[in-house]
């Protein structure tokens, strides 16, 4: 079966750290570009970090920079989101898409401007929650 698969999500107190990963199962992820959003209750969908499939180019929100790390362990099929020093405005559902080189102007593009709907991506995870709470 061709799926994305997210996991890592938690509950973590201010100043935590928690690793998502991204696994792809049924077809090789380092061919795909990258992208992790998150969305909290009433507010929009954000661009977190998107991951190129070419030259491992990033991008990271302003919101996140220096604080979250994307990467890339293709012998595992899988990508990464590092998260350190979590804030409490970073609870959301976090979810991981892949897209196809051809349709990624660039790394920023793809977090920037996301396709309307997750169905519009190649392949998209299930979801995985994050709170950051005392």
């Known amino acids: 079966q061709l799926q994305l698969v997210d996991s890592g999500g938690g509950l973590v107190q201010p100043g935590g750290s928690l690793r998502l990963s991204c696994a792809a199962s049924?077809?090789?992820?380092?061919?795909?570009?990258i992208g992790w959003f998150r969305q909290a209750p009433g507010k929009e969908r954000e661009g977190v970090s998107c991951?190129?499939?070419?030259?491992?180019?990033?991008y990271y929100a302003d919101s996140v920079k220096g604080r979250f790390t994307i990467s890339r362990d293709n012998a595992k099929n899988t990508v990464y989101l590092q998260m350190n020093s979590l804030k409490p405005e970073d609870t959301a559902v976090y979810y991981c898409v892949a897209d196809l080189p051809i349709r990624v102007s660039s790394v920023q593009a793809m977090c920037v401007t996301p396709h309307t709907s997750v169905y519009e991506y190649e392949y998209w995870g299930q979801g995985t929650q994050v709170t950051v709470s005392s």
């Open positions: 991951i190129s499939s070419s030259d491992g180019s990033t």
């Open positions: 049924g077809f090789t992820l380092d061919y795909y570009a």
